[in-house]
C-alpha cells in the first residue's frame, strides 16, 4: 500500500470514527433531553413565567442572622432550636419539603453528590440543616430522608452532623423571610393544597449563623462549596450570584407537572458539542486531503 494510500485511508477511518461518535453524540442528547416544548407544559411559553410562581424566587439577604432561636424538631423527636447548629463550625442550609414530587430530591441530590467531592467532614467542620417549609411534615419524614441521604452520602460516621428538621409555620416562616425564600402552596393531584412551587437553593452560614452565601439550581460546584464554608468558617461573607437558575423547574399546578427550564441550556450545550465535532471533523478532512495530494504531486515529481 502506497503512503498516499495510506494517507487516505487513515482519514477516512478518522472519519468514519468520528461520524460515529457524533451520532452516538446525537442519540444519547435525543435519549436523554427530550424536547423543550415537550417539557413545556401549561399556558406558559418559553421562559415566561407562570403567574403561580410570582411570589416564588429566593432574595439574597447576605449578612443576614438566621433566627436562631426558631423552635424546631430533629429527625428523632427532640426539640431544638437553630441556634443550637451554630457557635463552632458553619452549616450549609437548605429549605425543602419532605413530600416533594421532584424539585426538592434534585436538590438534595445534588448536594450530596457535591459534597462526595468536598474533603471536609460534615459534624466535624461543618454541618448540614435540611429544614421542610411543610407544617405537616414528620420527624419520621425526616429520618426517612436522612437514612436515604446519609446512604448515598457513603459515611454513616458523619451522622450527627445531618440534621432534618421539622416546624410549626411561625418558626418556618421567620426563617424563610430571613433567608429571603419565597414559596407559595399549590394543589397536589387531589385538587388539594398540599404541595409547593418553590425555587431551589442552597446557603451558606457562618458560625455566627449569618448568610454568607447563596448558590442557585439543583446541581452545586464541589469547588464552590468548599471555598464557601472555608470562608464561613472564618465568618466572611461572600457575595450575590446571579439568579439564572432561580427556577430550575416550572411548577404547573393544573397538570401536576414540572417542565425542565435548565433544558434549553443542556440542548444548546449539545449543539455547541455536535457543531464543534463537525467543525473538527471538516479540518481533519480537509488537512489529510491536502496531505495525499501533496504527496501524490511529490511522487509524480519524482516519477
Known amino acids: 500500500m502506497t503512503m498516499g494510500n495510506t494517507t487516505r485511508g487513515g482519514w477516512r477511518a478518522r472519519t468514519i470514527a468520528l461520524l460515529g461518535c457524533c451520532a452516538l453524540?446525537?442519540?444519547?442528547?435525543v435519549a436523554q433531553v427530550s424536547g423543550y416544548g415537550d417539557k413545556q407544559v401549561g399556558e406558559n411559553t418559553g421562559d415566561q413565567l407562570p403567574q403561580v410562581l410570582e411570589k416564588v424566587g429566593v432574595t439574597q439577604k447576605l449578612n443576614q442572622p438566621l433566627p436562631l432561636d426558631a423552635p424546631f424538631v430533629d429527625e428523632t423527636g427532640k426539640a431544638v432550636h437553630l441556634g443550637d447548629y451554630f457557635g463552632k463550625r458553619p452549616a450549609i442550609l437548605t429549605l425543602v419539603y419532605y413530600t416533594c414530587p421532584m424539585l426538592c430530591s434534585e436538590e438534595l441530590d445534588g448536594l450530596a453528590g457535591a459534597l462526595e467531592m468536598v474533603k471536609l467532614t460534615p459534624g466535624k467542620d461543618f454541618d448540614v440543616i435540611v429544614v421542610s417549609i411543610d407544617p405537616s411534615d414528620t420527624p419520621e419524614a425526616g429520618a426517612k430522608k436522612k437514612a436515604y441521604y446519609l446512604k448515598r452520602y457513603g459515611r454513616p460516621e458523619t451522622a450527627?452532623?445531618?440534621?432534618?428538621?421539622?416546624?410549626?409555620?411561625?418558626?418556618?416562616d421567620q426563617l424563610t423571610a430571613a433567608t429571603g425564600f419565597g414559596y407559595v402552596r399549590v394543589?397536589?393531584?387531589d385538587g388539594k393544597l398540599t404541595q409547593f412551587a418553590h425555587a431551589s437553593s442552597i446557603e451558606v452560614v457562618t458560625t455566627e449563623g449569618k448568610l454568607a452565601q447563596y448558590y442557585l439550581g439543583v446541581e452545586y460546584s464541589p469547588k464552590d462549596i468548599l471555598l464557601g464554608l472555608v470562608e464561613a468558617s472564618g465568618n466572611k461573607i461572600g457575595s450575590p450570584v446571579a439568579n439564572i437558575l432561580t427556577y430550575c423547574y416550572h411548577y404547573d399546578p393544573h397538570t401536576?407537572?414540572?417542565?425542565?427550564v435548565i433544558s434549553r441550556v443542556v440542548q444548546l450545550g449539545g449543539v455547541v458539542t455536535v457543531a464543534g465535532l463537525g467543525?473538527?471533523?471538516f479540518v481533519m478532512f480537509r488537512r489529510d486531503m491536502k496531505l495525499a495530494r501533496d504527496h501524490d504531486l511529490t511522487k509524480k515529481e519524482n516519477g
Open 256 to 260: 401536576n407537572k414540572h417542565s425542565l
Open 279 to 281: 467543525g473538527f471533523m
Open 187 to 189: 394543589p397536589g393531584p
Open 160 to 172: 450527627d452532623g445531618w440534621h432534618f428538621l421539622t416546624g410549626q409555620r411561625p418558626a418556618i
Open 25 to 29: 453524540l446525537c442519540t444519547s442528547l
